[in-house]
């Protein structure tokens, strides 16, 4: 299993370092970055020293290069750059020393902060919405698709499979909306819910108090289509192995049906949705755009749309990689609990 653990890991390396390239494709020629870190006033000089701290003046080729070592965990940096970068990690060497450090996704063009503690700071908010969200669609997914399995051809199966069609057709968009405006809204007196907050709230002290209250609304629509989805394949999953000999030699053997069920069939026909979960909960922390900025939840999805609004693009490019890095470790982490959950499918 550690092979094969470390060969994940490579391969996710490899894809970062082509993320890195795509980003830097992407952002990294628009605009005049000088112009939009000084904003519309301010001289020749001044736009000169900007260009050099961000390394304008250099070739593509070496801006690439630059950046790269900047958001490498791997890099070479002078004791200049340290300091003035406020580097963090160890460092090894004299002048120009060999550095194990946190990545720096540089500073943000509009409020001058570090990407890092941008990004960081909208971190809590989409993991507690994330996690919100695939708790309920998991709860309510896996038994409602074992349900409709075991009752296939019933008014519960009809239902389940209906609901699900539902859930994945309607675009996450619009569903947030009818959900703002219905619960948060029209019947805001009865819910005591509202369209939009945050995680938190700041008291008079400007001290910050937990708000579950806000999550909601957000963490419901968020679901609905993992929610729809885990119905589906643990429903088709279940029908197939219900339909395995080993499952009737279970029965002939005197195991009860929940036995059977819990033990014998869920355990083997878990697969495809754990690949369900793993895969919609990454992309549900990569950011869950639409769903944050109806909702007004501070997350890395609401800062990177407020950031590509106002051409800030080092939040964007940390937000990417920051994201592109969300959905490697869940996979490598899905594959390592293929071979706990199903035995058949282990590493040797």
Do not use: C
Not at 82 to 102: M, R, S, V, W, Y
């Amino acid at each position: 299993m550690l092979p094969f653990i470390f060969r994940k890991i490579v391969y996710g390396l490899l894809v970062l370092v082509g993320v890195v390239v795509l980003v830097f494709v992407l952002f990294q020629g628009f605009g005049d970055p000088a112009r939009l870190v000084m904003g519309q006033t301010g001289d020749a000089a001044t736009q000169a020293n900007i260009r050099k701290e961000l390394y304008l003046d250099q070739p593509k080729w070496k801006q690439f290069l630059y950046y790269l070592n900047d958001v490498s965990p791997v890099a070479f940096h002078s004791k200049e750059e340290i300091q003035k970068k406020e580097l963090k990690g160890l460092f090894i060497g004299g002048d120009t020393k060999f550095a194990f450090k946190l990545p720096y996704l540089r500073k943000s063009y509009q409020t001058k902060k570090s990407v890092s503690a941008i990004l960081l700071e909208a971190l809590p908010g989409t993991l507690l919405l994330a996690i919100a969200a695939m708790t309920i669609a998991v709860l309510i997914g896996i038994p409602l698709g074992m349900l409709a399995a075991v009752k296939q051809n019933t008014w519960m199966d009809t239902g389940a499979v209906f609901s699900s069609i539902i859930g994945i057709s309607a675009p996450s968009f619009f569903m947030g909306i009818i959900i703002a405006y219905l619960f948060g809204f029209v019947w805001t007196d009865w819910t005591g819910l509202h369209i939009t907050g945050s995680w938190f709230d700041i008291d008079e002290k400007g001290v910050k108090r937990l708000t579950l209250q806000n999550l909601v609304l957000p963490a419901v629509t968020l679901g609905i289509r993992p929610l729809s989805i885990i119905t589906q394949l643990t429903r088709s999953a279940m029908l197939d192995v219900l339909d395995q000999d080993y499952i009737r030699t279970a029965y002939a053997k005197g195991l009860s049906k929940s036995q059977v069920i819990w033990k014998h069939a869920l355990r083997n026909a878990l697969n495809p949705v754990i690949t369900a979960i793993t895969g919609w909960f990454a992309e549900l922390l990569a950011g869950a755009f639409f769903i944050e900025y109806i909702f007004g939840w501070k997350g890395i999805g609401k800062v990177t749309v407020d950031a590509l609004e106002k051409l800030d693009f080092p939040v964007v490019m940390g937000s990417v990689l920051i994201s592109a890095t969300f959905f490697i470790l869940i996979n490598i982490l899905a594959d390592i609990l293929y071979g706990i959950i199903d035995p058949r499918v282990r590493v040797k």
